[in-house]
């Protein structure tokens, strides 16, 4: 039986893994959640609910915010995906904007749903360089934050929006 090769690119840097249920190859059933963490060494995507509830798994697919807790690796073949860890400047080290406005904006407690909720955030502003403080709202509607940070959030990414209206 000839063997499925799966090409992932992630955060910049093409992989390619064999499926199957032998060592070092990844079976049918793993999430991206799962292959991320376990294999990439990728923890800044957090798995909480591991249901598609929370948004705790948040990554960036071919551009869109996605759960990655609800997709699996195999269906991953050619696309594009973005962890936290791919917002850092690789060269500078630098944070993405939206990374230094949740530090500058005290965003978050204690942190679990971060990476989650950046990325969703961060998927936005990629489609919508000015989003309205709605539609931040309802970019985030999928993401939980049990600390009750969300005031502090939606004015993290409201600010980058407003930045960038009086910049341009
Ligand atoms: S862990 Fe994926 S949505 Fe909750
Ligand atoms: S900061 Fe703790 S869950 Fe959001």
């Given at each position: 039986m000839k063997t499925q090769e799966v090409a992932l690119h992630i955060n910049g840097?093409?992989?390619?893994?064999?499926?199957?249920r032998k060592f070092g190859q990844i079976p049918?059933?793993?999430?991206?959640?799962?292959?991320?963490?376990?294999?990439?060494?990728?923890?800044?995507?957090?798995?909480?609910?591991?249901e598609g509830a929370c948004?705790?798994?948040?990554?960036?697919?071919?551009?869109?915010a996605v759960?990655?807790?609800?997709?699996?690796?195999?269906?991953?073949?050619?696309?594009?995906?973005?962890?936290?860890?791919?917002?850092?400047?690789?060269?500078?080290?630098?944070?993405?904007?939206?990374?230094?406005?949740?530090?500058?904006?005290?965003a978050f407690q204690c942190g679990?749903?971060?990476?989650?909720i950046i990325m969703a955030g961060k998927a936005l502003l990629d489609k919508n360089r000015h989003p309205t403080r709605a539609q931040i709202q309802d970019a985030l509607s999928g993401n939980f934050c049990r600390c009750i940070s969300h005031y502090h959030v939606i004015d993290a990414i409201e600010h980058i929006a407003h930045e960038e209206v009086s910049a341009s």
């Open positions: 840097i093409r992989y390619e893994i064999s499926v199957g049918p059933s793993e999430t991206l959640a799962e292959t991320l963490r376990g294999r990439f060494s990728l923890t800044g995507t957090k798995i909480a609910c591991n948004g705790c798994c948040t990554v960036i697919i071919d551009g869109s759960a990655s807790c609800m997709v699996l690796t195999v269906d991953c073949d050619g696309k594009r995906i973005t962890t936290i860890e791919g917002l850092t400047d690789p060269k500078t080290g630098a944070l993405d904007p939206i990374q230094q406005a949740f530090i500058d904006y005290y679990y749903c971060t990476p989650g």
